[in-house]
């Protein structure tokens, strides 16, 4: 009876989660969505689903984001273009072409070589427990480079990963330099490093 009660539970959806069947097909988790002949939900309360282009597109945040904005995770948004759907944040059309940022705290442009997005690493949660300043991107010289405390010089451009890290320009080169993340952020897993800690789990997935 307790072996049958533990595979009955397992086989619930989380809280706050739900199934749909439609087609007969059947899909369960968050924010599910029936359309054009197909059944998907998102994995988390934060994710969102979308029936543009056709199809039904389910994404989530990433993990990280999650942790960071604690239970407060802006809501992303779909967008699509020529029979794509693209999710995430701060997305951006160019012609056919559609992309978004991956968190709230990225950033894409547009323009006329194209769309680029770029989001902050990982362990930049880690190191900030409030709000990431704004990146920016800068487009010089036909070349695009997003991130902080960008600088351009002889050609090239390049962006410091983090909002601690820096870049200076001296003599013909660009040079950008970010400090190391903090304990329990860096690449080894932080259940290698203390099995009882598993407040950030994102620390491997930079």
Known sequence: MISLLVVSLFALPAVGSKCLT???KTACGFQCLAAHGKVDCARTPDGICDDGSETVTCWDPP??????????????KCLSRAGRTICGYHCQANDADVACADT???ICTSNHNGITCWDPPSSAYCADQTKLPRPKCVLYQEQTACGYACETRSGQVRCAETPGGKCTAEHDEVVCFDPPPPPMCGPVPCAAQDPADQSRPWCARR
């Open 22 to 24: 439609q087609y007969e």
């Open 104 to 106: 709230p705290d990225g």
């Open 63 to 76: 993990e990280a984001v999650r942790v960071h904005y604690r239970g407060a995770v802006p809501r992303p």
